[in-house]
């Protein structure tokens, strides 16, 4: 099983629309999960932590099952600008130094 | 607040050459990380610096790659000699303490031929 595994997609999706990505990790100890943003040939940049069950943040909402070993993203009322590819990452141990990222889930959002 | 800096934006060299990518953290910054993106492959650790120390560089490939972090400022990232596998975008990040958010430069991308 992978470190981390996401759906690459693409998810086409109209403006105005709810969008929701998976990700699976395999290490049960990870404590600690991020969902990291990437615009095209652009750096990652962090969007959400999720030390517990989840977080929210405006459109934006993460899940944590850790019975299942998945983290979701949820977003709601997709505009223009959400279009990207949206990285899971797990740091690597409890030190948290090395990240772990999963290949990415690409976004499109059309008007 | 200036943000994570990179030196080149691109590269291309010829299999065999040598090339050394330069990465400047944030200021005040102790940890730096080199990681990695191989086309259709997902990004990938390569190692931590805190200060001028290599904390872990567990996720380098081989003795071709050299990192060096003297002063504990900036550092370099030195590929002798290039091979074609080695193509790919290579990000610097840092972070003020451990755990810390990792802050991502833009990327030098590297074109070996």
């Known amino acids: 099983r992978k470190e981390v595994e996401q759906d690459p997609g693409p998810f086409n999706v109209p403006e105005g629309a709810t969008v929701a990505f998976n990700c699976t990790y395999s290490?049960?100890?990870?404590?600690?999960f991020f969902w990291y943003r990437q615009d095209c040939r652009k750096e990652p940049k962090l969007l959400m932590s999720?030390?517990?069950s989840g977080n929210e943040d405006g459109r934006f909402t993460a899940q944590l099952n850790r019975a299942s070993q998945y983290i979701s993203l949820l977003i709601r009322d997709s505009k223009l600008s959400d279009s990207a590819t949206y990285l899971c990452?797990?740091?690597?141990?409890?030190?948290?130094?090395?990240?772990?990222f999963g290949k990415g889930t690409t976004l499109s959002v059309s008007s | 607040e200036a943000g994570v800096t990179q030196f080149p934006s691109h590269s291309v060299i010829e299999k065999g050459q040598t090339v050394t990518l330069r990465c400047d953290p944030i200021?005040?910054?102790?940890?730096l990380y080199w990681y990695r993106r191989v086309m259709g492959k997902e990004i990938k650790f390569l190692l931590h610096?805190?200060?001028?120390?290599?904390?872990?560089e567990s996720g380098m490939p081989n003795n071709r790659f050299l990192a060096e972090r003297t002063g504990g400022t900036y550092s370099t990232l030195k590929v002798q000699p290039a091979e074609l596998e080695d193509s790919g975008v290579y990000f610097c990040?840092?972070?003020?303490?451990?755990?810390?958010?990792?802050?991502f430069g833009p990327g030098t991308r590297l074109l070996v031929l």
């Open positions: 990040a840092s972070s003020r303490r451990f755990q810390e958010t990792q802050y």
């Open positions: 290490n049960s100890a990870s404590q600690s």
């Open positions: 999720v030390y517990s």
């Open positions: 990452v797990v740091p690597r141990n409890q030190a948290g130094t090395a990240l772990i």
């Open positions: 200021s005040g910054h102790d940890n």
């Open positions: 610096f805190v200060k001028e120390s290599k904390q872990d």
